[in-house]
């Protein structure tokens, strides 16, 4: 298996393995990591977005990873033929990282609290004001979107970037989204990355579980994708790309 869209599927699954990995591992009881931390978390994250990119590009994929990312790409080149696809690919990866995080922890299901269960699926706000949150998840999108592709621009490098220093400096974006824009959200800035395991949350046999909050979840799914259409503006209107 190879291509585009294989490689959004495997390394969407890859970047949620890991990100959700981490939040489970600070979050469960009796875990090794247990409230070890904000700082573990983006962190974890940060390199999860590394790796994911990596295994994407790795079976020939172009690593976006994230409806947003593609729906930004398609605003920016004009080319809209891979959003359907790439999406679906994304979110097919995205509820099978779910599963297998419930895998991983699978002992740990058990002791531990309703609301840990669900933050190691899907995002939750610290303090819940839903249009303040929406806001939040825009502006982190835009920077994602603005920083991101200003990484590939050639004010940044002229030539282009070093072999294998893209996934590296997009990890690093992430993690820095998360230390500085990630406290009020938990920083979905993904659709994919809060729908696919919330409907895994949904759909588990999760011990305990309370319910998945769906009444929240188009703050994580709508507020990228408007921040990625305006993340795109921008770049067009800069000459970033």
Not at 123 to 128: C, E, L, V
Not at 171 to 198: E, H, K
Not at 220 to 228: D, E, I, R, S, W
Request: aromatic share 10%; glycine share 14%.
């Amino acid at each position: 298996m190879h291509g585009p869209v294989f490689g959004e599927f495997l390394g969407t699954m890859m970047l949620l393995l890991f990100g959700n990995g981490v939040v489970a591992n600070v979050v469960l009881d009796r875990s090794k990591g247990k409230d070890s931390g904000w700082m573990v978390i983006a962190t974890g994250w940060g390199f999860a977005v590394f790796c994911g990119i990596v295994t994407s590009l790795g079976v020939g994929g172009v690593a976006h990873l994230n409806p947003a990312v593609t729906v930004a790409s398609a605003i920016v080149s004009g080319n809209y033929s891979q959003v359907v696809p790439f999406i679906a690919a994304q979110l097919a990866g995205a509820l099978l990282s779910g599963v297998l995080v419930w895998l991983v922890y699978l002992p740990h299901w058990r002791g531990s609290d309703p609301d840990s269960k669900l933050a190691v699926f899907c995002t939750q706000p610290a303090i819940r004001a839903p249009l303040q949150n929406a806001l939040s998840e825009v502006i982190g999108t835009v920077v994602l979107i603005v920083v991101g592709m200003a990484l590939a621009s050639k004010g940044f490098a002229t030539a282009g970037l070093a072999p294998g220093m893209g996934p590296f400096f997009w990890g690093i974006l992430v993690w820095a989204i998360g230390l500085s824009l990630g406290g009020q959200t938990g920083y979905a800035i993904n659709p994919a990355r809060d729908l696919g395991p919330r409907m895994a949350h949904a759909l588990l046999p999760i011990p305990g579980k309370r319910g998945s909050d769906w009444g929240y979840a188009w703050v994580p799914v709508l507020a990228p994708l408007t921040g990625a259409a305006v993340g795109a503006l921008i770049v067009r209107a800069t000459g970033i790309a």
